[in-house]
């Protein structure tokens, strides 16, 4: 048993490998430059241009060579400080996973008390109701303007951009757990006569513990995927300002050395919630 | 201008009609004098003159003393009892600012130049400054990061701050413009696939990007296809786009050109996606474009800091007007902590010969200059435009709101005290495409034209 399971491991990683070699191939073949076609330049225009103007065609995009070199230039020197605009990747990052943090973690503390109101009182639940329905489809960027012009400070704005993005898949999540944990338990405790925080703590919140953790697993990636935008339209540091940064450049290589970052952290964030659900599944 | 307290025979005690402390015959060779080339000199000469007259207050004994001795020994003498360099030293920081910390707002573009070049090359911290200059993602973002006050100045297009002041596209505040940054620097880039299309006749349907509402560019590019009979907001589409976005939608051809600006134009071309239709001083030769801009209260709050940034400011605009620098200028903002962008593509915007993209190399040494007076002339002629398209519903002063955010008396005086020669407000000629506009007549200006929304 256990050397089938080894060997499709084994033939599902020397397919993932394969499929990369493909990618990387034809991309490589593709971003050739096409050799001179257009007319001979003038030496003097031609040394004014980028190579591919001087022969008439368009800049080309790099080839994956060109971006392991970016890469790996990047990633033996992340924390460089070359002045206020010009900050290592390593620093990037950081500043962008510590917006997320902090405004994933004050939606946290909001969006489980109130989950845990809304799960419990049928009521409060329907009085709420228009408004998550309406608010939660919003795209998170759309608060931006409405954040820069009443919080008037754009990191705050940036975090606050986090924060609403956060909070519905938490917000609706816990209620649904707190709603939906076992009849027989909540009338074992009444039986026992334990007090209603009690039930809440020692009952509802374990029960529901897995459906919450799912949330928050959906809402940091949610406010992952959200920060990168946010900080293109806001700049100033993050890794959402270095693509900006070097969108201005038109430098490819760059962009995309920043998009592989991106995923790698993203894949990080949600093993780690992941391997938190994990820790609080009960078996039914 | 000073009159030269150096020269013994110079005619004392007749003023200029332009009001400024000289004889009327003297004034176009004073207001032309040739400022001492060097920086350094001419502090020097400022402060001697300032020292000289302290030391004696009567003309005639000034006059007397340095007919006995000379100038130069009338100086050594001085200096013997009074610490002229440190005095110097002195003038050239100016009042202690009350806020030495300060940060500036840039958009990457070769406009802000003596903004972003007063950084590296040292112009603040001449002023005692700490200046930290913040690379920002668009003009929507800097005006709301300036309004709350997160930058203490900022460089804005020149509209803007007309714009803030009056109320339209964001609530009034007071702001102020107390110097331009460049004129002209601007041009038309289209698509290459256009490149047989040069007559505006044939452009019904273009998309066009222009980097903001409140933008020089927006108003030269409806100007220019209105008076080739062009409906701006009905025959081809404008849309707001950032600067640094222009290139990557033209190369995806999601608009067909724009005007915009530097070093967006050569950029294009630098990557063989566009080419330069026309520069925008072949439509305004001279036009304002971006400027340096400053709340009303920050100015007022802290008038030392606010006059040695200015003087800051002044200085780099004056270094950057110089033809020899701008290679070193170009070498300076390149780095991806300014504009980053190739230096190629910079040095050819900033000394003016470049890659047209249709494979000639052309030469124009004024297609970017750098001259910081703010004319009020420039503000109504951009608030007629306003009227003109429709963004300013409500009749105005025009004159009286130019006077206001336009400081060019600040500036004159900031000028004279730097010992260079600022310019006589009110002459000022403005011709774009061959029609003169006349200030004094905004609303005739208006109304004169055959396209407009008002």
Known sequence: MTALKNSLGLRAALLSLLIFAAIVGLWQIAAQPPAASGPAVDPEYA????????????????????????????????????????????????????????????????????????????????????????????????????????????????????????????????????????????????????????????????????????????????????????EMLVGGTGIGYFVWNEWNNLSIANIVTAILLIGVVGLLLDQGLAWLTKLVTYPE | MFKDPFDPKALLGRRCGCGGDHAAADHDRLTATTVPAAEEQRWTRVVDAAVLRAVFPVDAQRRLFLKKVGAATAMA???????????????????????????????PITCATPIIMAHPMGFYSKQGLNVEVVKTAGWAVIRDKSLAKEYDASHMLSPMPLAISLGIGSNP??????????????????????????????????????????????????????????????????RSVPPPEMVANLRADNIDGFLGPDPFNQRAVFDGVGFIHLLTKELWDGHPCCAFTVSKEFATQNPNAYRALLK???????????QENRKEIAKAIAPANYLNQPETVLEQILTGTYADGLGAVKKDPNRIDFDPFPWNQFAIWIMTQMKRWGQLKADIDYAKVASEVYLATDTANMMKEMGLTPPDPSKKTIVVMGKAFDPAKPNEYVESFAIKRS
Request: aromatic share 10%.
């Open chain 1, 47 to 230: 040394k004014r241009v980028g190579a591919a103007a001087a022969t008439g065609s368009k800049s080309a995009m790099p080839t994956p060579a060109d971006i392991g070199v970016t890469i790996w230039k990047h990633l033996t020197d992340p924390f460089y400080v070359r002045g206020t605009n010009d900050k290592g990747i390593g620093i990037q990052l950081a500043y962008s996973l510590g917006r997320v943090l902090l405004g994933f973690g004050l939606a946290a503390l909001a969006a489980v008390p109130l989950g845990f109101l809304i799960g419990m009182s049928p009521l409060v639940y329907r009085a709420l109701d228009p408004f998550i329905q309406i608010l939660k489809p919003v795209s998170p960027l759309a608060w931006m303007p409405l954040a820069l012009y009443t919080i008037k400070d754009s990191a705050i704005s940036s975090i606050f951009v986090i924060f609403i993005c956060s909070v519905w898949p938490m917000l609706i999540n816990t209620a649904f757990g707190v709603a939906s944990v076992r009849r027989e338990w909540l009338n074992v405790a009444r039986t026992l006569e334990v007090g209603p925080f009690r039930t809440a703590f020692k009952v509802i919140l374990p029960a529901a513990a897995p459906t919450i953790m799912t949330g928050m697993r959906i809402s940091i990636g949610i406010a992952w995927l959200v920060i990168v935008a946010a």
């Open chain 2, 77 to 107: 003498a001085i200096s013997s009892v009074f610490p002229l360099s440190a005095a110097r030293e002195a003038f050239a920081q100016g009042g202690a600012p009350e806020k030495k910390d300060l940060k500036v707002g840039f958009i």
């Open chain 2, 173 to 238: 505040v007071p702001w102020t413009m107390p110097a331009i940054e460049n004129i002209n620097g601007q041009a038309i880039t289209l698509a290459v696939k256009h490149k047989d299309k040069r007559d505006p006749k044939d452009w019904k349907g273009f998309r066009f990007a222009v980097p903001f509402d409140f933008s020089m560019h927006n108003y030269l590019l409806r100007y220019y296809v209105a008076e080739h009979g062009l409906d701006p907001d009905k025959d081809i589409q404008i």
């Open chain 2, 312 to 322: 800051a400011i002044i200085d780099a605009t004056a270094y950057a007007s110089k």
